[in-house]
């Protein structure tokens, strides 16, 4: 949100925390969840509890007002003085005033500070002893033992003040009690960890930055009774962030539970669990994130919830761009391509990102298909005999099968207008929308998927007749164009178009890829040979997808014809795993893969995921548990063991990023994003948008929870299929080992 600088004052009252009041005085860290229920928003500004912090949505040009609710008397006669943490995105003065309960003002001796719009959340102390004196409407002796309001102007420097404001561990008087809750501790972000939990029998560890004690402690919620203490690591620097940093590992505590982690002198972490299953319910998120992105359909509130929306873009009147065009249908021509998935933040449809994307959803079907055979994601099809799993992905296959040219066989490269849309939702942007280029990755990727598809929906040809051997049919044909025009490719946007590129100047791993899926399929050596085996692999990513094929063929080892080399097989995937074992259980401070190679890159959140992937295959491989644990040290990165101590997934963790760059999360007037969402993550690579400064400029912290920063907080389609498979994977290894 655009930060200005000149308005009213804009005054508010909080008085309205009667739920924690004591007689000496009040606090409040906002981790209850009250004001949801107490506070009521206005046109003129929101004020929510979120992310265990009071967040004030601030319009610009809004007039003196107030929020108030009566509380009984409070005595500050013995400790004046008011407390809190305050995180801006303006400059600002805030003044604060005591009304007593004969509602006279403490206005004689104005108690305000000046507060800087950088971001950074910092302690404030308001002292009112000696200033219980009233000037207006009368003088008056304000009584410091009866305070029945607290009242805060927020008054611009310069011009219009708009934005957000947050307050976190408010303290007015002596304390008492904070949400009822006896813990001494203040909330430390210095404490890193998976803001989720941990499983009961695997390892458990936090990152501490610079620790100022030597222990730590585990305890209960909510009584805080210590059931556990152990010793910090000796620290190390994370070159990446510059911190020093210790582990507190307490892996041997397995009591299942709800805890926090406690540091003397320190503070205290966010709640946690350690419980099986305990990423059961994110994986469902995070697999319903793809019905979110759906096109061409209504999103009811039965499915939705209050995220529900009115159909956008049902591309059933698609004009065929001039890079696009084939003798069977030339530019101009109107073509229907209905049903996918919105790839990103953005409203536009792209083949090679939905080809890993819908391979990762279908290889985690085929990997554990027992676990998703019985989950149900509250989907339209959730009734029906296919797996929910599978139902989601289908809704982008059969999106996929429109985009393939049906005479010639190329693959169009994308749908999108010529444009980005606005911060709009989706049923209200009308640009003409298009098929656009062509290419050999394209046609690859989507061979690849489709084989894929074929060969996991056979089972349910009674449901879907005849859908495996149209996928096939489309693979084939798809292959054989690419196999004749493999120096076609896409490598920029035609003049005029804008929106994104998924350039790709190579096609050889797509060959790769298509080729072993396509004999895992067929069975047909002749597939196996059709292109040379690589002598190494690497992490997977939308641009790179060779490891693909070699994971599917160790997945299918058992089932090769003899012509394959399943020694090479799996020599390959232990390969690339090792070098991401080691960095996450012993080289990196932070115990995590990302860093065995400069990955804080555009969408490193996919980055850490696909290495997470590469791991879990080794352990399916070796049965090492090294590789899983590793794997699973991936995932508490994601979920807030990491040096920015956001929680990536929008809906999930104490402090989750809010603001992601998902235009129906900006457009839509609800607070709270789409759930189970993954945003990109810090990247030092390049950060292009205008106008969107960075806390730090340093690669691990490089990272901004705003609208405005598409380089680091927009979602995407690739993004959400590594945090699927990942969450998916671990669950249903951890069930088999507790088996």
């Known amino acids: 949100m655009k930060m200005l600088a000149k308005i009213a004052p804009i005054l508010f009252c909080l008085s309205c925390i009667t739920h924690i009041f004591a007689q000496t005085g009040i606090s409040d860290n906002f981790n209850d969840g009250m004001l949801a229920e107490t506070w009521k928003s206005t046109p003129k500004y929101d004020i929510q509890e979120v992310n265990n912090r009071l967040k004030i949505g601030i319009n610009a040009g809004l007039a003196q007002d107030n929020l108030s609710l009566n509380v009984p008397a409070i005595d500050l006669s013995s400790n004046a003085k008011i407390s809190l943490r305050i995180k801006s995105g303006a400059d600002c003065k805030l003044k604060i005033e005591l009304t007593d309960i004969a509602g006279n003002i403490t206005n004689l001796s104005p108690v305000e500070i000046d507060i800087k719009g950088d971001n950074i959340t910092t302690p404030f102390e308001f002292d009112f002893a000696g200033k219980f004196k009233q000037a207006k409407p009368k003088i008056a002796d304000v009584d410091s033992k009866k305070i029945s309001k607290i009242t805060f102007y927020f008054q611009p420097v310069e011009a219009d003040l708009m934005g957000i404001i947050y307050f976190d561990d408010l303290v007015i008087g002596v304390g008492g009690p904070t949400n009822g809750d006896p ?205 929910d799993l599978l139902d989601e992905t289908l809704w982008n296959l059969r999106w996929m099968l429109t985009m393939q040219e049906p005479k010639e066989g190329f693959v169009y490269h994308k749908l999108t207008a010529a444009n980005f849309e606005g911060k709009v939702m989706p049923h209200q942007h009308s640009d003409q929308r298009m098929v656009i280029g062509k290419g050999a990755p394209a046609a690859l990727d989507f061979a690849a998927v489709m084989a894929t598809a074929s060969r996991i929906f056979k089972k349910y040809d009674k449901q879907l007749p005849g859908f495996a051997d149209s996928c096939l049919a489309a693979s084939l044909k798809a292959w054989k164009w690419a196999r004749k025009n493999p120096n076609v490719l896409f490598e920029k946007n035609p003049e005029g178009v804008v929106t994104g590129q998924y350039e790709d100047k190579f096609s050889s791993d797509e060959f790769v890829w298509a080729a072993n899926e396509l004999y895992i399929t067929t069975k047909q050596d002749s597939f196996y040979f059709a292109v040379p085996l690589l002598k190494s692999y690497s992490v997977p990513s939308w641009p790179n997808v060779a490891y693909l094929g070699i994971m599917s063929l160790a997945h299918h080892k058992k089932n090769l014809t003899s012509k394959a ?175």
């Open 183 to 387: 813990n001494p501790y203040p909330l430390s972000s210095n404490i890193r960890l998976n803001q989720l939990g941990f499983y009961p029998a695997l390892p458990k560890i936090a990152i501490v930055k610079d620790p100022k004690n030597p222990s730590f402690k585990i305890a209960t919620l909510p009584n805080y009774q210590v059931v556990y203490t152990g010793t910090l690591s000796a620290a190390q620097k994370w070159e990446y962030s510059e911190e020093n940093v210790s582990i507190a590992d307490f892996s041997a505590f397995t009591t299942e539970g709800n805890y926090i982690l406690l540091i003397d002198s320190m503070g205290r972490s966010l709640p946690f669990s350690i419980k099986n299953k305990v990423h059961h319910t994110l994986n469902k998120a995070a697999i319903k994130g793809y019905y979110y992105q759906r096109t061409a359909m209504d999103l009811e509130e039965k499915y939705a919830g209050v995220w529900k929306r009115p159909m956008g873009h049902p591309d059933d009147k698609v004009m065929v761009h001039a890079s696009a065009a084939s003798e069977l249908r030339p530019t101009g021509t109107i073509i229907s391509s209905s049903k996918g998935w919105y790839d990103a933040g953005d409203y536009g449809k792209y083949i090679v990102n939905s080809g890993i994307s819908t391979y990762s959803l279908l290889a985690l079907y085929e990997h554990f298909s027992a676990h998703y055979d019985t989950i149900n994601l509250n989907i339209p099809e959730s009734k029906n005999a296919i797996p």
């Open 565 to 739: 080399d399943t020694n090479y097989i799996k020599e390959q995937i232990i390969k690339v795993a090792g070098a991401y074992r080691k960095e996450a259980n012993s080289n990196s401070p932070y115990r995590v893969s990302i860093g065995a190679s400069f990955d804080f890159v555009w969408g490193s959140n996919a980055v850490i995921g696909n290495q997470a992937i590469v791991l879990l295959q080794a352990y399916k491989l070796t049965g090492d548990k090294t590789y899983l644990t590793a794997a699973i040290s991936d995932l508490d990165y994601w979920l807030g063991r990491n040096a920015t101590t956001y929680s990536f997934v929008t809906g999930f963790g104490g402090f989750s990023a809010m603001n992601p760059h998902h235009r129906p999360s900006a457009a839509d007037n609800i607070t709270a994003p789409v759930p189970g969402l993954l945003v990109g993550g810090p990247q030092n690579e390049n950060n292009p948008e205008q106008g969107c400064s960075f806390p730090s400029e340093l690669p691990a912290t490089k990272y901004r929870d705003n609208w405005c920063s598409y380089s680091t907080n927009e979602i995407a389609i690739n993004w959400n299929a590594p945090l699927v498979y990942v969450t998916g994977a671990i669950e249903a290894l951890v069930q088999q080992l507790n088996k």
